[in-house]
């Protein structure tokens, strides 16, 4: 019963990792190496969306943050804001979400003017981009990015987005305007 417990723990263990792996399986870093590779070498859209899909959720668990660091991952991620395609959109901030709370994917999206990047999804059609988008922002606030957060624009789209008849959209800026609202 605790090693179904064990089994079912959404983060993993350096050592759980090795017990479950085989003698011929990649190691964690050479698949994920793979999959950047892959995600590069690709011509085929639904190859790379499939690959975004996955890097953003390995973002999900700090065991693979050293993993993507050494990849760049969190600078794929940044790229992928800037594309046309929706999809990429969706997946880069996807990643971005599950990974900004490692200290070197926010000194990346820091150093990368990752901010404006991320400001700029809010205004996207796709409700999983914003909802990555503003959740990113919430972790990303210290007393270097508070200031830029909480500008009069922003909070006009969260005043605007927490009247949304979408529970998820409407929720999640309000819990924004309680973080970020300037208190006069």
Excluded: W
Excluded at 20 to 37: C, E, I, P
Excluded at 90 to 112: T, W
Aim: net charge negative; hydrophobic share 35%.
């Amino acid at each position: 019963m605790i090693s179904d417990i064990y089994d079912l723990m959404m983060f993993s263990s350096q050592e759980y990792i090795d017990n479950k792996t085989g003698r011929d399986d990649l190691n964690r870093f050479q698949y994920l190496q793979a999959l950047v590779t892959e995600f590069q070498d690709t011509l085929s859209d639904d190859a790379k969306y499939q690959v975004l899909a996955n890097l953003a959720n390995f973002a999900y668990d700090p065991i693979n943050y050293p993993h993507l660091k050494k990849l760049n991952v969190a600078e794929l991620f940044l790229d992928m804001l800037s594309e046309e395609n929706e999809k990429y959109v969706e997946f880069g901030i996807s990643g971005l979400c599950n990974y900004c709370l490692d200290p070197d994917c926010r000194n990346a999206i820091l150093e990368n003017d990752g901010i404006q990047e991320i400001l700029n999804c809010l205004s996207s059609s796709n409700e999983e981009t914003v909802l990555s988008a503003i959740t990113t922002l919430i972790y990303l606030k210290n007393n270097q990015t508070s200031e830029e957060l909480s500008s009069e624009a922003v909070i006009e789209c969260m005043i605007t987005y927490s009247t949304s008849t979408n529970t998820r959209l409407a929720n999640l800026a309000k819990i924004y305007l309680q973080n970020f609202r300037k208190t006069t």
